[in-house]
């Protein structure tokens, strides 16, 4: 493997000029910065971020803790933060605590032993207090600028990026509302979860104002996946019996679809189902999803620029800033069947 050695002698500097070009230390004359960089395209020199590190340069690195990747809301954030950090010269590195989603005290501590210049945290879908306590302990002292997504900024966070939970919710079950629905189920995530909680106070509030009661048989709780949305939707049927069902987030959504048909219900003939988040999933499924949603990537590459902004601002106070998010709608909700 070249060295930074082998990169000086083929550009006839000293290996101090090659640092001062690669670091930008130090203003090097333009010809000779261009013949220090002409050799490092041809010996294939990478510089070692390790060595950065403990020369305590910023190593251009991202962490990014997750819930789960193979969760296409996660996946999609991914995305886009990984984009956006490309485009400003970073990289980022994952930490996936699958298939929990409390958080994993190893895999916290495995991301934070790197050397990071900052964290992003899919805070939302896990578990709040948890989360704070574990992120603390394995910070200990640390001044690392931290971005949350869907959750408070606290004593751990720099900057939060939140979608309203509680507009979400109800503006999907507006929309039920007036396609004349009034039995309408909610299929909530982890109660233990601030966004599950809200999701479900926007859902009951839009019932209310509508002169409804949001009955507790409606309510099933789950997961927020695919399956867990087939399971908790087989389970709601054997009770109540709904036109619609409002999914609190598109992955519950599209299992939802899959437990409808296995129970002879047609969507939306006989009961419509919305969802919330806006994957790109949902477009493609029969019939496409309803949805109250946003592009997530586009959340991604968001939250890396406010990260970034952390960074050359380290001073700034902390932030929330709120998302919001718009009614899609696709073709899994009709009007109520008449009796």
Known sequence: MPSIKDVATLAGVSFTTVSHVLNG????HPATRERVLRAVEACGYVPSAAARALRGAPSRVIGMLVPDVSDPFCAELTLGAERAAAAAGYSVVL???HPRRLPDAPAIESLLGRHLDGLLVVAGLFEHQRLLQRLRAALGRRQLPVVFIDDEPGPLASEALCADAVACAQEATSHLLALGH???????GPLIMPVAQQRVVGWRQ???AAGLTAEAAAVEESDFSVAGGYRATQALLQRWHPTAVLACNDAMAIGAMRALAEAGLRVPQDCSVVGIDGIEWGAFTHPPLTTVGESLPQVGEWAVQRLLHRLSHPDAPNARWTRTPRLIVRASTAPAPTA
């Open 25 to 28: 230390t130090r203003k090097v």
């Open 95 to 97: 930490a996936n605590t």
């Open 182 to 188: 009034r039995r309408i189920a909610c299929l909530s």
């Open 206 to 208: 839009a019932l209310q």
